[in-house]
């Protein structure tokens, strides 16, 4: 477990509050795997007590008895300003399974709900239930998402909607908001217990180092400058990076105001509460940066055993570097293989950029583009390439169409193998939120059907399922203004 319970205040005992009715509204036979649950035909727990637990109506099964459920404070900074202590104010641990942590999100009010009222609704539920999973088939490191169970029990947002609970799962949901919590109230005794954890359980090669706390924090600020890197080269925008959103092992956490880019905006911002833009996709590696500095800050105690105060600063700012230097070879060499170069060359990055500001200007299909970027074989002339009538400046996109034939001339695999790469670093499906829209308004008629072919389309991201061809086409205009925001 993440926590133990003795003496904090900042951990509690939290028993979820039942819904009346409950009924499955979506399940993923992969994350069950995780836990080793038996399913039957349809795909379902056989033991049908799961059912009740998932929607936090009661804590045993025939074989898992959840003695302890808790919740968790938190603290940290929203939108870049300090907002003191936070909380699982509508999730609750029930326990740990086969090395996951069971979370249910919806399940009632707990200590630290505020004013909230500890519930989420059918909306949001499912949108974090079908991108769980699809960051997952994407290779993106990710919580991810067991089950959706509904109620007809209403809940008032901004109209009445239904309760729904979301069952999480992830081998530890300790964030850097847990960091900062202890921190705020100089609770260093804490701050250490919550650093040796993660060390044991998540990042053990630290204890070969000669300073566990200071590798700690570098491998922490690596992991997630990988992952950020990861959800450039998919298109792939949070919304909500407030440093209590940030996990502590470097998986994808809380998918609320999210979105993936349907025509690319290096500005995109997919959350409508952002109105200055400070979680646009174009800045969502340097405010990850910024909440691993906000993160250093905590750490500062930790080395304070070996170091004077000013010098542990000094040490944890110049470990913040890594950073920087991580995402950066990420996102080239996640990107060189989306351009199919299996050699390095010293040009490759400008090409890249040349081309994201062509598709930029031309607000060209993210997804769609990099996708038939495979169908370009080295001896295609520029003008025979159709993937050129999606830009509007034709004489540029030809001039960078030019040097990439040129470029490709110097790989030694042959089309066909390079089509094989590319096309697996390439998706074909993502969750667009037009096609998440869609399956939330059939569920809300009690029709769960399209849930389960998303599911199952995006379980395979990169496969060319040609029967599922319409799930691939780059929604039209007036279906790219989905709104979302931070109640989603």
Known sequence: MAFTLSGDDACRTTFPTPIPDPYWVAFSPSASQLIHLELDASGLPVDSSWLEVLAGNQLKTSSHEFSNPIATAYSGHQFGVWAGQLGDGRAILLGEIAGQELQLKGAGKTQYSRMGDGRAVLRSSIREFLCSEAMHALGIPTSRALSVVGSDMPVRRETIETAAVCARLAPSFLRVGHFEHYAASQNQVRVKELADLLIQEHYPDCLSSKDPYLELFKQICIRNAELVAQWQAVGFCHGVLNSD?????????????????DEFQIDHICNHSDQAGRYAYHRQPQIM????????STFIPLLENQYSEEKAQDILRDALEIFPKSYASTWQSLFRRKLGFAIDHENDIKLVERLLQAMHDSRVDFTTLFRKLSDIKKTDCVDAIALRDEFIDRGSIDQWLSDYLLRLQMELDDDATRKIKMDGANPKFILRNHLAQEAINKA????????KTLLNILSRPFDDQPEHEKYAIAPPKDLQKVDVSCSS
């Open 289 to 296: 940066h910024w909440n691993m500095a906000c993160l250093a």
């Open 245 to 261: 959103n940030i996990s502590a092992i470097g998986i994808t956490l809380d998918y609320g105001p999210f979105g993936f880019l």
């Open 444 to 451: 809300q008629q009690h029709d769960y059907a399209e849930i």
